[in-house]
């Protein structure tokens, strides 16, 4: 993967120096007959047949066109076998609705640059994406006000959400969460792609103007207070080898709106790139313990038109965490390249490289936290 200076994309964005990508969005329908993979040790195998009790969603009447709603057929074999595979193409999923997992789902696709769940327009206000009222593509059935079932064991592998918000304006009524994880315990998400813009690659192109790459969310985790009724963990998380490109919270942990009293404890966040955000990769509760972000690749804050919130690369407010590793990159762009608030504390921040220019800058206001910063700009 190659790295551009001063807060530059990968070539992604590099395409778009006009602020534009290349077209509207254009879609190629699915390759023709192949051998159905199987699902082996986390990894997709053509050998003809599915393992038993894994659902192909075409035979649910999933298209995979970029046309159809494959919604309902996706939930169907979800429901009936929880271990679906989604072949190769560009299936169209309803926001209003999303797909709801369970304990022991696992969604697996043909690969970031294959299987494409595109999100329809529309989404959710704010206050209706903190009540489950829609809005995320992939969640659980939550209800904030009652008794839930814990969800366990979720996994998410080799597959791009793509968010759909306007391409020249913000709204504050059609917001989508791509994968939301709240309230979910010991899920895995692993080679897997979020955001307003396509992975490098994909079957599918966009028309968008740059200043407005920062909307929605990438991957949200979280949980609620556990002192409520409604409390169905939240802790135990991994997200690796994945990419976000382009919302305005990309991985946001116990957010401040979202989650107010969360505490996500015991989150493993490693070897992500994320990048075309207002806030990269952010952690926003005094409650949460025991998170872990390492070796992630994190540049080019655009913050998004309007917004009152500082954009950051970095940001943490709970304690006894650890964030260590990567490549860190503040453009002048943003207000910070990394942000310990007052209510952090005893948090290690190791970063072997971190550059910032301009007007980016390292605020701890905690008390405790341990900062060790290498690069041009911290020698």
Same mark, same amino acid.
């Given at each position: 993967?190659?790295?551009?200076?001063?807060?530059?994309?990968?070539?992604?964005?590099?395409?778009?120096?006009?602020?534009?990508?290349?077209?509207?969005?254009?879609?190629?329908?699915?390759?023709?007959?192949?051998?159905?993979?199987?699902?082996?040790?986390?990894?997709?195998?053509?050998?003809?047949?599915?393992?038993?009790?894994?659902?192909?969603?075409?035979?649910?009447?999933?298209?995979?066109?970029?046309?159809?709603?494959?919604?309902?057929?996706?939930?169907?074999?979800?429901?009936? /076998?929880?271990?679906?595979?989604?072949?190769?193409?560009?299936?169209?999923?309803?926001?209003?609705?999303? %797909?709801?997992?369970?304990?022991?789902?696992?969604?697996?696709?043909?690969?970031?640059?294959?299987?494409?769940?595109?999100?329809?327009?529309?989404?959710?206000?704010?206050?209706?994406?903190?009540?489950?009222?829609?809005?995320?593509?992939?969640?659980?059935?939550?209800?904030?006000?009652?008794?839930?079932?814990?969800?366990?064991?979720?996994?998410?592998?080799?597959?791009?959400?793509?968010?759909?918000?306007?391409?020249?304006?913000?709204?504050?009524?059609?917001?989508?969460?791509?994968?939301? %994880?709240?309230?979910?315990?010991?899920?895995?998400?692993?080679?897997?792609?979020?955001?307003?813009?396509?992975?490098?690659?994909?079957?599918?192109?966009?028309?968008?103007?740059?200043?407005?790459?920062?909307?929605?969310?990438?991957?949200?985790?979280?949980?609620?207070?556990?002192?409520?009724?409604?409390?169905?963990?939240?802790?135990?998380?991994?997200?690796?080898?994945?990419?976000?490109?382009?919302?305005?919270?990309?991985?946001?942990?116990?957010?401040?709106?979202?989650?107010?009293?969360?505490?996500? /404890?015991?989150?493993?966040?490693?070897?992500?790139?994320?990048?075309?955000?207002?806030?990269?990769?952010?952690?926003?509760?005094?409650?949460?313990?025991?998170?872990?972000?390492?070796?992630?690749?994190?540049?080019?804050?655009?913050?998004?038109?309007?917004?009152?919130?500082?954009?950051?690369? %970095?940001?943490?407010?709970?304690?006894?965490?650890?964030?260590? *590793?990567?490549?860190?990159?503040?453009?002048?762009?943003?207000?910070?390249?990394?942000?310990?608030?007052?209510?952090?504390?005893?948090?290690?921040?190791?970063?072997?490289?971190?550059?910032?220019?301009?007007?980016?800058?390292?605020?701890?206001?905690?008390?405790?936290?341990?900062?060790?910063?290498? *690069?041009?700009?911290?020698?």
């Amino acid at each position: 993967m190659a790295l551009l200076g001063a807060g530059g994309l990968i070539a992604v964005l590099a395409v778009a120096a006009n602020v534009m990508l290349q077209s509207p969005i254009e879609t190629a329908q699915p390759a023709g007959p192949r051998a159905v993979p199987a699902i082996q040790g986390g990894q997709v195998t053509a050998i003809g047949r599915l393992q038993p009790g894994v659902a192909d969603v075409r035979s649910y009447g999933a298209t995979g066109n970029g046309v159809a709603d494959d919604t309902a057929a996706i939930q169907a074999a979800i429901n009936q /076998h929880g271990k679906v595979y989604i072949p190769a193409g560009v299936y169209r999923i309803d926001p209003k609705i999303g %797909l709801v997992v369970r304990t022991g789902t696992e969604i697996i696709g043909d690969g970031r640059t294959r299987t494409i769940l595109l999100a329809g327009t529309g989404g959710a206000t704010m206050k209706e994406l903190a009540s489950y009222a829609g809005g995320s593509l992939i969640r659980r059935s939550f209800d904030p006000g009652g008794k839930n079932d814990y969800v366990t064991y979720v996994r998410l592998a080799d597959f791009t959400v793509l968010l759909t918000h306007p391409a020249d304006s913000v709204t504050e009524n059609a917001i989508q969460i791509g994968i939301d %994880l709240r309230n979910i315990s010991r899920s895995l998400v692993e080679r897997v792609h979020v955001g307003n813009m396509p992975p490098l690659g994909a079957p599918i192109t966009r028309a968008y103007d740059r200043r407005f790459y920062s909307q929605g969310f990438g991957i949200v985790l979280g949980s609620v207070s556990s002192s409520t009724r409604s409390y169905a963990g939240g802790e135990v998380n991994t997200v690796r080898d994945s990419s976000v490109w382009g919302a305005y919270k990309l991985i946001v942990q116990d957010d401040a709106q979202l989650s107010p009293r969360s505490a996500a /404890h015991a989150v493993l966040i490693e070897a992500c790139d994320l990048q075309g955000g207002h806030v990269l990769l952010s952690q926003e509760s005094r409650y949460t313990r025991g998170v872990s972000w390492r070796d992630n690749v994190l540049q080019n804050v655009i913050p998004r038109p309007g917004s009152r919130e500082a954009s950051a690369v %970095l940001r943490m407010e709970g304690s006894n965490n650890l964030i260590d *590793g990567g490549y860190i990159e503040a453009s002048g762009s943003a207000d910070y390249l990394l942000q310990l608030g007052s209510i952090s504390s005893n948090n290690m921040i190791r970063l072997p490289y971190a550059s910032t220019t301009n007007r980016a800058k390292v605020e701890d206001l905690g008390s405790g936290n341990s900062i060790n910063l290498k *690069g041009p700009d911290f020698p």
